[in-house]
């Protein structure tokens, strides 16, 4: 009585049929806003990834450009000089050679237009108010000590051109002169400083090339050199430290192997012992300090064998 008649069965059926239908379409669309969300937000990753990388490409470039840019203009103080002279005037500080159209450190054969452009203009525009206080030179600094200090700085940095010459050609812009002068003379001392070290250094480690020649390879890279040469250094003074240790625990082992009767030789010893000196040192020791109070024991037997009159010898 309880069974369903066949139209109930029927519509029942059919609506476990719906049911699953709606369950199994659920299901996908799930499905599908995962995908939906995967296609949309992958590309976004990515491309946000993109963008901090060439971020950080462009800085790691425009640092190098400015580390260039420094690097160049802390090379090119005399062709400095030479700009600020041709900017005046080519007839105002003729050529180092006569007859050359070479250009050199201290004369250029480009158009005074194109020096005033590339390099007055660049250099010494550049370096301006602010290479002023940071070459120390004072404002009220008057016209006699300034031409006296250029006279000194001309002789002491052995320019090519005479002092009066650059004055002509520098005439209203003597402190431009003196800031370049000095900046000059400054790489010359550090120059001449890095030379007198690596000369030394090289003495000192017995290096296999000449200063001439190592200063030659590593030219524009001398704090390389420099460093390099004092690895070296330190290297051999600890090499010659281990040495001198090693010397003094031979003598040692030497001494204790005499005071224990060691049945082996202090080369073989030393032979066995290779790099682990410290342990021969330590087992000669415990060796003599056991030796030493076995002797004091059996002397103290001996005198009591002897005052107990014992029946028997101490060595018995």
Known sequence: NNKPSGANAATLNASEAQAEEEDGGGLSSGLIVLIVLVVMF???????????????????????????????????????????????????????????????????????????????????????????????????????????????????????????????????????????????????????DVRAEVEKLAKETNAPKSADEMLASYAGREEDLLKNLKKMKAKQEAEALRNGDKAAVRAEVEILAQETGAPKSVDELMASYAGREDELLKNLKKMKEKQGKDAELRAEVTQLASETNAPKSADE
Request: aromatic share 4%; with cysteine; glycine share 6%.
């Open 42 to 192: 992958v590309p976004i990753a990515i491309l946000a990834l993109y963008a901090q990388s060439k971020k950080r490409q462009d800085e790691e470039r425009q640092e190098r450009i400015a580390t260039y840019e420094a690097s160049r203009h802390s090379k090119n103080y005399a062709a400095d000089i030479e700009s600020g002279a041709a900017a005046a005037g080519r007839s105002a500080v003729p050529p180092l050679v006569e007859g050359s159209d070479d250009g050199s450190v201290w004369s250029e054969s480009r158009d005074i237009g194109d020096i005033q452009a590339s390099k007055a203009g660049s250099s010494l525009a550049a370096m301006g108010a602010a290479g002023l206080a940071a070459s120390g030179v004072k404002k009220d600094l008057n016209d006699d000590e300034t031409r006296a200090e250029i006279r000194r700085l001309c002789k002491e940095t052995n320019s090519p051109k005479p002092a009066d010459e650059l004055l002509q050609a520098y005439a209203g812009r003597e402190k431009d002169l003196l800031i370049n002068l000095r900046k000059l003379h400054a790489k010359q001392t550090k120059d001449a």
